[in-house]
């Protein structure tokens, strides 16, 4: 189904994304892990698809890196 391997596709470029903006800021993963509330192999999880984010935590992280829903999501 093309359909959802673009989606898959869109999923994983959000991931990237958090990763390399949080790397930019010079956020670590435990840093991040510990404002989630999760050990630091939790967030390694979540940011190699290995864990679903859903948008409570995608919301979690955006307030971590100090970026709007919008401006995220636009560029």
């Not at 991931?15 to 800021?25: D, H, M, N, P």
């Not at 435990?30 to 995608?58: A, H, M, P, Q, V």
């Amino acid at each position: 189904m093309k359909e959802d391997s673009n989606a898959n596709s869109k999923y994983f470029t959000v991931l990237e994304k958090i990763r390399a903006t949080r790397i930019e800021y010079g956020i670590t993963q435990l840093n991040s892990g510990y404002f989630l509330n999760l050990g630091e192999s939790g967030y390694f999880k979540i940011e190699k698809g290995k864990t679903t984010l859903d948008l409570k935590r995608l919301l979690s992280i955006l307030e971590l890196l100090k970026i709007s829903q919008v401006t995220f999501l636009k560029s």
